[in-house]
């Protein structure tokens, strides 16, 4: 299962640009996109939280849950998903999960809608994963590569 997660792509979809994640690989220019998201956040911020703290970060998502579902389920477990993200404190921005020749290609496993959700903690992050059921989740902090967290 580890070497499925291993052969994706994260995609990120934001408003500036899209970024093309994969697990134990850091990139600058993503980095660089979290460190100005860090700023923007800044105002938000608690008072008493540290300045030195790394935005932590995490790319979830409701579909296929360990098995594949119907469309019509993901759909909808997709959709609570993102009405728990926007009724939290957290940014988000669209995702997809590709699969290696996924695009592509007619892959043995679908694309899959996510969401890059942050600020969130590694518990936050697991406990949405959790939630719907998925066997791990996505999660970096700014300055590191992303990892998986195995739920």
């Known amino acids: 299962m580890e070497a499925a997660f291993l052969a994706t792509t994260y995609r990120v979809e934001t408003p500036e640009r899209v970024f093309d994640l994969r697990i134990g690989l850091f990139s600058t220019e993503f980095d660089a ?31 296929n849950p360990g098995e594949r579902l119907a469309d019509d389920q ?12 926007a009724a939290s404190a957290c940014a988000f921005f669209p995702a997809s999960n590709i699969a290696d020749g996924g695009e592509d290609h007619h892959a043995s496993w679908p694309v899959e809608p996510s969401y890059l959700v942050f600020p969130v903690d590694e518990q936050q992050v ?26």
Not at 126 to 151: D, K, M, N, S, T
Request: net charge positive.
């Open 74 to 85: 993901n759909e909808s477990r997709q959709r609570r998903l993102r009405e728990r993200i």
């Open 126 to 151: 697991a406990a949405l994963g959790r939630a719907f059921g998925q066997l791990a989740v996505v999660y970096g902090e700014r300055g590191l590569a992303p990892r998986l967290l195995w739920l």
């Open 33 to 63: 996109f979290l460190r100005h998201q860090e700023a923007l956040l800044a105002p938000l911020a608690a008072p008493a939280a540290s300045a030195s703290q790394a935005i932590g970060w995490g790319i979830v998502t409701a579909y």
